[in-house]
């Protein structure tokens, strides 16, 4: 589980600072020259993957620190950006740059950073980059910090752009590094706060499938402090659409009706919930969303055991249940996959025709996450929706995004089969 603890990210200007006055040449000290040669590989491995763009693609290094990583691929032909938080680091990078741009080899290099935190790439246009690459930043990033990174990394990437994923994982070994180490946060501290978070390659792996990441590639090296996880993962939009546009999809039709659009963006309307599945060829997501009365009972904060028995009641029928709600023909093999449930909860009402916020009493959320993987193409099939055992549910909006289909569909209380066609 990833904390939710407070950083201070500026730590690294800090480490740069000491670094640049000491003469060395970049991040990691004394192992420099050894890191740049492990890099060289990963590179080179890289480019000999079909998957992996070719020069001049435009790529984006995050935490690209003094520049050294993002230089190799601007010397190999990419067009290379980088993004780093440290002042420091990125006015260090942009130094070597200019001075490797003199070399009359380099004359042609296009590099360039810029300073910024690697959850907000706002800088930076949608769709901008072929390639992603993680400068071994993503272990620094911590709590929610780290969904908002792979979102803005969905964004910035093209259609099928890829995401290079270098990241340290696992518990510590033996020595030095595991005086660090917080085994309830799995976060190693560094002057009081957490400085690197260390996920499980499986967490890692969940972390990008919920943000609409497919892996094509991963392995695992041992390490002398912690293992490593690279991987090379692919966006794929279709999925992304269901994290980055839920609850906004343009219906595929032109008579949904002004209550329906209303909750499409976001109004929290009872005994309403909508439902989004996304596939693309075998893989799909599944969100559902609903105010919480309509699938528990009640919207408050769970007050007595017969509150909090409900709601683990609620959320056991949807992780154990949600393929008798969600119907696919059996020959089609299909498996969910249980993501995060929860009730989300929210006090303030933002009333913006009075101008200012006022208090409404307590609305909750239920939310349902799930990924599916079939054994053959939903596409062409029939799908049954049934949601009938909440008696409190009276209306459900549908979207369905399978390929180049998208169907939108509008289903009350009763069954209801649809044919994706």
């Known amino acids: 589980m990833v904390p939710n603890q407070k950083t201070n990210y500026l730590i690294h200007n800090e480490i740069y600072q000491d670094l640049k006055s000491a003469g060395l040449e970049g991040w990691g000290g004394e192992t420099y020259i050894a890191r740049m040669e492990a890099w060289d590989q990963v590179i080179q491995n890289l480019l000999g993957r079909s998957e992996f763009p070719k020069p001049p693609a435009r790529i984006l290094e995050l935490g690209s620190g003094a520049g050294d990583i993002a230089l190799k691929f601007a010397k190999l032909g990419f067009e290379a950006f980088g993004i780093e938080i440290s002042p420091i680091a990125v006015a260090w990078a942009n130094e070597k740059a200019f001075e490797k741009a003199k070399d009359s080899i380099n004359k042609n290099l296009q590099a360039q950073f810029v300073q910024g935190c690697v959850t907000d790439l706002s800088q930076f246009p949608d769709e901008f980059f072929d390639a992603v690459i993680d400068g071994n930043c993503f272990h620094c990033i911590i709590g929610p910090d780290r969904k908002k990174t792979l979102d803005e990394v969905s964004r910035v990437l093209r259609k099928d752009g890829v995401f290079y994923v270098g990241t340290m994982i696992g518990d510590p070994k033996p020595g030095k590094a595991h005086l660090k180490f917080d085994p309830i946060s799995r976060c190693q501290i560094q002057k009081g706060v957490p400085y690197r978070y260390m996920a499980q390659k499986e967490e890692v792996m969940n972390e990008l499938n919920e943000s609409g990441f497919s892996v094509i590639h991963q392995e695992v090296s041992q390490r002398l402090w912690w293992d490593h996880f690279s991987c090379l993962a692919r966006l794929q939009k279709t999925l992304a659409i269901i994290l980055l546009l839920a609850g906004s999809i343009v219906p595929a039709t032109a008579s949904a009706n002004s209550k329906k659009e209303h909750r499409h963006h976001g109004a929290h309307v009872h005994g309403t919930a909508t439902l989004n599945i996304a596939f693309d060829q075998l893989k799909g997501r599944v969100e559902f969303k609903s105010a919480s009365e309509a699938v528990i009972g009640f919207e408050h904060a769970a007050k007595s055991e017969k509150d909090k028995k409900k709601i683990n009641d609620t959320i056991a029928k949807f992780a154990t249940g949600i393929g008798s709600m969600i119907q696919f023909e059996e020959a089609l093999g299909c498996i969910f996959s249980k993501g995060k449930i929860e009730v989300v909860t929210e006090e303030d009402h933002d009333d913006s025709s009075k101008g200012h916020v006022e208090r409404q009493g307590e609305h909750s959320d239920f939310v349902a996450n799930f990924t599916i993987e079939c054994k053959k193409e939903v596409k062409g099939t029939k ?39």
């Open 383 to 421: 799908v049954v929706f049934d949601f009938s055992q909440f008696k409190d549910l009276k209306d459900l909006d549908i979207t369905l995004l399978v390929g180049d289909l998208q169907k939108s569909i509008e289903v009350k209380r009763k069954p209801v089969s649809v044919e994706l066609k």
